[in-house]
Nanobody, 128 residues
Framework: QLQLVESGGGLVQPGGSLRLSCAAS????????IGWFRQAPGKEREGVSC????????NYADSVKGRFTISRDNAKNTVYLEMNRLKPEDTAVYYC?????????????????????WGQGTQVTVSS
């Protein structure tokens, strides 16, 4: 059974750090790009980052560039999102998703229809 399971969310103070994990099972993740999305209350789900199957290509939303780092360990079927210098506006449920292709598509990587399987999400709250 194909699954994506996010973990690592929690409550953190502004300026703090968290590392999210996305564990894949039921498929060979090294053949697929993986994306991270987030959804804040009352807002649309937005693309945060994407990593190609090999990990040699990454994309970031402007709002997180320079603060977040996406990486993957294909031997562990796991993708990570290292989040530093967190801000209250980063508060959201974070989701990982399997891309339909091995690469992150140009500008389209940030659109939900580029992904076919989703995890259940993990809550990140940035507050003092």
């Amino acid at each position: 059974q194909l699954q994506l399971v996010e973990s690592g969310g929690g409550l953190v103070q502004p300026g703090g750090s968290l590392r999210l994990s996305c564990a894949a099972s039921g498929f060979t993740s090294e053949y697929y790009a993986i994306g991270w999305f987030r959804q804040a209350p009352g807002k649309e789900r937005e693309g945060v980052s994407c990593i190609s199957n090999s990990g040699d290509s990454t994309n970031y939303a402007d709002s997180v560039k320079g603060r977040f780092t996406i990486s993957r360990d294909n031997a562990k079927n796991t993708v990570y999102l290292e989040m530093n210098r967190l801000k209250p506006e980063d508060t959201a449920v974070y989701y990982c998703a399997r891309g339909k292709y091995y690469y992150c598509s140009g500008y389209a990587w940030r659109y939900r229809n580029e992904y076919d399987y989703w995890g259940q999400g993990t809550q990140v709250t940035v507050s003092s």
